[in-house]
């Protein structure tokens, strides 16, 4: 079990001077070790903050080191008579208590025999190229009684390095903060020393109670031209290292990003949007030290950003949107006079105000049916009978007039479909790949580059849903199912049939045919309209012509 307390020197702490301590440890590291946990009352935090006197600030050579506790993870052998620290790759000698050098001992780690490369002499063990796996619990044994002599537990880790300093102020002018961290982790205990100095002023220094490794600190005067100085010392059993910061006031002003950002649309306006937003809550005046905003929008289909820099107001309308287009919208802020630019807010998204369509009532098909029917019915077939010369033309004559009348009444819509089209192609696809087409030829790469790849993703989502379906089929118990399944997959065709190489047949058509021929037409009468939609059936019928002879046919 892993120990929680507060880490603190056994003697009462002097006048600004404190430490922040940290640990990280693995507890995997540990599963054989008795560990318990350890709570020790805490120190007051007022205790570290007592009044500096004249006397003190002399005795402080260059900065002040604030006093500010923080709670450690510790972890401790139940039966470690002492810890012993190692430095990763080195060599480590343990000593068994204090032993003649002629003793013979024997070591176990978490209760076993070592097995790790080392070496013996005497009561020493000397463990080669250690590394994070030699860290445990240690115990050696006099040979001739096979009695626990020393438990050493032994911690593997690195010095720590120069730690990485940022400070920075979103309560502007009420104070600031600065936070620290390692680039990479010592593995053992590691405090930090934290100094602040400005104006040879020393500095009161407050612990963030959410973030470890980080403190705050009051600005003593606003618009000071003195810079501020932060020392951060880290320090473990293997090592310290330190980093300074020097900065000046406005360097580090800059605020949280604007909160509760909306854009909505306006009504009638399908190139407008209006938004609007709130100040952050972190800036505590922004009468006296008000904000200036910069927005920026772009439509989801551009990469480009647009923007607009804007003073102390927290609303601004967009006039130039594409209409119908989706926007992502974010806003930044800044102190009038110093500092930087925030983060961006977090983006919200919004459409410009769209036209309702006007809902357009669909012709029926009996109304397509009686507009065929009162075309044909009041139609002079005579006309069409003296313009033709023979019954085929007649023919051509009367169903040309029958398909003008179906496009008068009847409305079309063309579709294109292609031989090489893949079964996952849908129409969805067919409108990407137009847009592409679109995009290439207006010669804007970024809008090219987007609808590129708006098509690869749809390409991708298409072929995986045609193969489930393809997979359904073949897992389905229906054979019909399967093999349309595989005939898919391969895209066979069925072969057309040979054609038969028959003359008798031939002739047969042409006889068939050439009874039809005729020097003139027959009389012909109009249909009923009982009749109507049927086919055109003369009152006297056409004296088919004599058949050829035998003669006549060769």
């Known amino acids: 079990m892993l120990a929680f307390h507060e880490a603190h020197s056994p003697t009462a702490p002097t006048p600004f001077s404190c430490q922040f301590h940290t640990i990280l440890l693995s507890v995997s590291t540990f599963p054989p070790l008795g ?16 009044p500096c006197t004249f006397s003190a600030m002399a005795n402080l050579v260059t900065s002040l080191c604030c006093v500010v506790l923080a709670a450690v993870v510790v972890a ?30 024997s070591w176990k780690m978490n209760g076993t025999y ?72 010592t593995y053992i205990n590691t405090t930090f020393d934290v100094e602040v100095q400005h104006n040879q002023r020393l500095l009161e220094v407050k612990k963030d109670l959410f973030h470890k490794n980080r403190c705050h600190v009051r600005f003593p005067e606003v618009f000071s031209s ?48 209006e938004v609007s937003w709130h100040s952050p809550a972190t800036w ?3 009468d006296n030290f008000p904000l200036k905003y910069f927005l920026r929008y772009r439509p989801l289909i551009r990469e480009q950003w647009q923007h607009v820099e804007l003073s102390d107001t927290t609303s601004h309308n967009i006039t130039d949107a594409y209409a119908g287009k ?54 002079c077939y005579t006309l069409h009978e003296a313009a033709s010369e023979n019954l085929d033309e007649l023919t051509d004559t009367v169903t040309s007039y029958i398909s003008f009348c179906e496009d008068v009444c009847v409305p079309t819509k063309t579709f294109c479909t292609y031989n090489n089209n893949k079964p996952w192609f849908t129409p969805k696809i067919q409108h990407l790949l137009k847009a592409k087409e679109d995009a290439y030829r207006s010669g804007d790469r970024a809008l090219y580059k987007q609808a590129r790849n708006t098509l690869t993703r749809e390409i991708k989502a298409a072929k995986k849903i045609y193969s489930q379906k393809l997979k359904e089929r073949l897992s389905a118990n229906d054979p ?4 349309r399944g595989l005939r898919e997959i391969t895209s066979y065709r069925c072969p057309p049939p040979p054609v038969e190489a028959n003359k008798d047949l031939a002739d047969e058509l042409n006889t068939f045919y050439c009874r039809f021929e005729t020097d003139r037409l ?33």
């Open 522 to 554: 027959s009389p012909l009468t109009h249909p009923s309209p009982e009749t109507l939609f049927q086919t055109l059936t003369p009152n006297t019928p056409l004296t088919p012509p004599p058949s050829p002879s035998p003669t006549q046919t060769q």
């Open 226 to 273: 003195f810079p501020y100085k932060v020392n951060v010392t880290a320090i473990n059993a293997l090592g310290k290292a330190s980093a300074t910061k020097t900065f000046e006031e406005s360097s580090i002003v800059k605020p949280d990003p604007p909160e509760r950002v909306t854009a909505t649309p306006i009504r009638f306006n399908p190139r407008r949007l």
């Open 76 to 105: 401790y052998p139940r039966n470690a008579d002492r810890i012993q620290y190692g430095r990763i790759g080195s060599d480590v000698t343990m000593q068994c208590g204090s032993l003649d050098n002629d003793a013979s001992v």
């Open 284 to 286: 505590p005046d922004i």
């Open 114 to 185: 070592v097995k790790a490369q080392h070496s013996l002499e005497g009561p020493r063990l000397i463990l080669t190229n250690v590394s994070l796996n030699h860290t445990g619990l240690y115990t050696c044994f006099q040979k001739q009684d096979d009695d626990k002599h020393e438990a050493i537990f032994l911690q593997i880790g690195i010095p720590p390095l120069e730690p990485t300093i940022t400070c920075r102020s979103n309560t502007y002018p009420q104070g600031f903060y600065c936070s620290w961290h390692q680039q990479h982790s």
């Open 480 to 483: 019909a199912s399967v093999w």
């Open 326 to 379: 989706e926007y992502i919208i974010q806003v930044a802020a800044k102190d009038t006079e110093i500092g930087t630019w925030s983060d961006w807010s977090v983006a919200v998204h919004a459409t410009p105000w769209i036209e309702e369509p006007v809902p357009v009532v669909s012709t029926t098909e009996v109304e397509f049916h009686t507009g065929i029917m009162t075309a044909v019915n009041f139609t």
């Open 35 to 50: 560990l318990y946990l350890l709570i020790s009352p805490l120190i007051p935090l007022q205790s570290c903050f007592r």
